[in-house]
């Protein structure tokens, strides 16, 4: 078959496009109207315009238009933080982490997954806010937060939990009564859908929630930065277990003060000259004397420090949620991502 072009005598081996538009534009430049039966040579068939520059996702283009007040409200982390948690992902893992299905950069998929700790915002919600795929959002926060956890656990390992000379440089005056704090320790509580297994179901009942949870401890320092992150629990596990599972009781050096609440008893882990402060109770009929009531004021008060802490990380959203498929089973990752980033804010 003969070119369809008018006074090309070449042969045609090129269908005519069946998009309309092409098509249109095919006939506009040659003064004939051709159909999709038609054939056109090699040098009039129809190319796709080259894009002028690099043409941006929509998503991209609504990111680029927030401000920092806009990214603090939907990430908790402004825009500058976000870029650098981005390259440190990008030069840790390099090509692992690239989704080029999602036509979004690093950058704008990073925000997504930020969006879904800090907000819990359902994935459609998001989709239309970002003029997004609702399919391919999922993939996207499961694979930065495996970049973010990969990075921040390595991160964690390498920065050991302060000296107790360390705090003392720069002690709040509200620790004046308290010089010798090494960390206090609190623990929060995730709930989570009810396990099939009856085995994991029995272990995952919180008394305290009375509802199936995960169970993880931080650690704070004086001056309220995170400086210890356990693993996650199964939400029955004790304060105890935890510390000793994580080997915490194990970097305690002579002197050192370690406060939690009054439930936190460690005592057994502790060597002799390791202090454990903790809010003193009513054993029995006995009234509490006045200077074990003075001292449970001085402890309630430094410890409003690790309650704000513990505000900031439950500011993620994602850990007042129930977790579901498929996050349920990355709330190990999530919930240390989340206190890493608490520490990073």
Not at 55 to 73: F, Q, R, V
Not at 165 to 173: E, F, I, M, S
Not at 254 to 267: E, N, Q, R, S, Y
Request: glycine share 6%; charged share 25%.
């Amino acid at each position: 078959m003969k070119c369809a072009v008018p006074g090309c005598s070449l042969e045609g081996t090129h269908r005519v496009p069946a998009n309309p538009v092409s098509r249109q534009s095919l006939s506009n430049m040659h003064g004939k109207v051709f159909t999709v039966n038609m054939r056109t040579c090699a040098k009039h068939m129809v190319r796709k315009p080259k894009a002028k520059g690099v043409i941006k996702h929509p998503g991209a283009n609504i990111m680029n238009s927030w401000t920092d007040e806009n990214y603090l409200y939907l990430t908790g982390l402004t825009k500058d933080k976000i870029g650098d948690i981005k390259d440190m992902c990008v030069t840790r893992l390099g090509d692992v982490i690239k989704c080029k299905r999602s036509g979004l950069d690093a950058f704008g998929q990073l925000t997504i997954c930020l969006m879904k700790l800090r907000g819990a915002m359902a994935n459609r919600r998001m989709a239309l806010m970002l003029q997004f795929e609702e399919r391919g959002i999922d993939q996207i926060i499961i694979l930065w937060l495996d970049a973010m956890y990969t990075v921040f656990n390595e991160m964690d390992k390498a920065l050991p939990v302060p000296s107790r000379a360390c705090n003392q440089q720069l002690l709040p005056r509200t620790f004046s009564a308290f010089k010798d704090t090494r960390i206090i320790i609190d623990a929060t509580e995730i709930r989570v859908d009810q396990p099939s297994n009856l085995t994991k179901a029995r272990s995952a009942w919180s008394n305290y929630k009375h509802s199936p949870t995960l169970k993880g401890m931080i650690g704070i320092s004086p001056h309220g930065v995170v400086t210890w992150i356990s693993e996650i629990y199964p939400g029955s596990t004790s304060d105890k277990a935890i510390v000793e599972a994580e080997g915490l009781h194990k970097i305690f050096q002579p002197l050192d003060m370690v406060m939690g609440d009054k439930a936190f008893t460690i005592d057994d882990l502790l060597s002799n000259d390791v202090q454990l402060k903790i809010p003193a109770g009513k054993q029995r009929a006995k009234q509490l004397t006045p200077t074990e009531i003075t001292e449970n004021e001085n402890l309630a008060r430094v410890r409003g420090k690790v309650e704000m802490v513990i505000k900031e990380v439950k500011d993620f959203q994602i850990l007042k949620h129930h977790l579901s498929e498929p996050l349920a089973n990355h709330a190990p990752k999530i919930w240390m991502v989340v206190c890493f980033l608490t520490r990073l804010q």
